[in-house]
């Protein structure tokens, strides 16, 4: 998994944490005996994306290092309902107390790549490429921006820090959309993104040396007008309000990307579950 910055042992442990409290397990340590030993197999109910399986197999590894761990799917791939994803067998304690934290994890992640793949699938022949946004849950970002790479997206900025993104807000506090980007500029900030969401900040961006436009919720009509006026001097996004029913017609009008908050905002989880036996 390519996680840049992120420490998934820290990320199991603390979930397992939050999880157990300072008793433990209570139920299983009541119910199941401390020999017993579990096999399970964990399937999709519905057709999806697979995304997060090597996250789920850390939990159980934390609390059973020696759990026998078969995936039986890959992140990314496209599988039938019924599908069968990971196989295990270990101490039946340890499996069940990792369940539900494995299973929340892949459930999230997998919706999240499920639904990438479908505006994905609708960008497909336009030209144009789909972006996740910066909408993540806190603390889950890194996993959730993989999972819509699973899905067929391109990361976007990954934060505040690896780009500028000058909004409304900042053009209203800096007197125009030049004078913010000309600040921007200033501060040795390479990678400007201007926000647009009139035609006729297209030029002071672009003099004062912005590196990509976002047009905001602009028509397809609006938008292909200003990806001409553009004329591929810089990178065009087009953004706000897209929708699977809407997003062909957008990608269709020249763009360079299309980016999509639900990607991660909305997305349902994935219908997966977990079926233990006694061994």
């Known amino acids: 998994m390519d996680l840049p910055g992120f420490d998934l042992d820290r990320f199991v442990r603390s979930t397992l944490a939050e999880d157990l409290g300072d008793a433990g397990d209570i139920t299983s340590a009541a119910v199941i005996p401390a020999d017993a030993r579990f ?34 799917a890959e992140d990314g791939a496209r599988v039938a309902a019924g599908a069968d994803l990971l196989r295990l067998e270990g101490d039946a304690r340890a ?41 993540t849950l806190p603390g889950l970002r890194v996993l959730e921006k993989y999972a819509t790479r699973m899905g067929g997206a391109q990361n976007h900025r990954m934060g505040l820090w690896d780009a500028a993104m000058i909004k409304d807000n900042h053009v209203a506090v800096a007197g125009g959309v030049g004078e913010a980007v000309r600040r ?27 590196t990509w436009l976002l047009l905001d919720n602009m028509d397809p009509t609006t938008l292909r007008g200003a ?16 929708t699977l029913e809407t997003i062909r017609a957008i990608g269709e009008t020249g763009v360079s990307y299309v980016s999509v908050g639900r990607l991660t905002q909305s997305a349902p989880a994935a219908d997966i579950g977990l079926d233990f036996t006694l061994r």
């Open 39 to 72: 096999t399970g197999v964990m399937d999709s109910r519905d057709a999806i994306v697979v995304a997060g399986l090597p996250i789920a197999e850390a939990f159980f590894r934390v609390l059973d290092p020696a759990a026998r761990i078969e995936a039986l």
């Open 95 to 135: 499996l069940l107390t990792a369940e539900r934290s494995a299973l929340n994890t892949v459930q999230h992640l997998s919706g999240i790549a499920t639904l990438t793949r479908a505006y994905a699938d609708k960008l497909l022949g336009t030209g144009a490429t789909l972006l996740d946004t910066r909408k």
């Open 184 to 210: 921007a500029a200033a501060a040795g900030i390479t990678r400007i993104i201007v926000e647009v969401d009139q035609v006729d900040q297209i030029e002071p961006a672009l003099a004062a040396g912005a």
């Open 227 to 242: 990806v001409t006026l553009v004329g591929g001097r810089v990178p065009t996004e087009a953004s706000g309000g897209v």
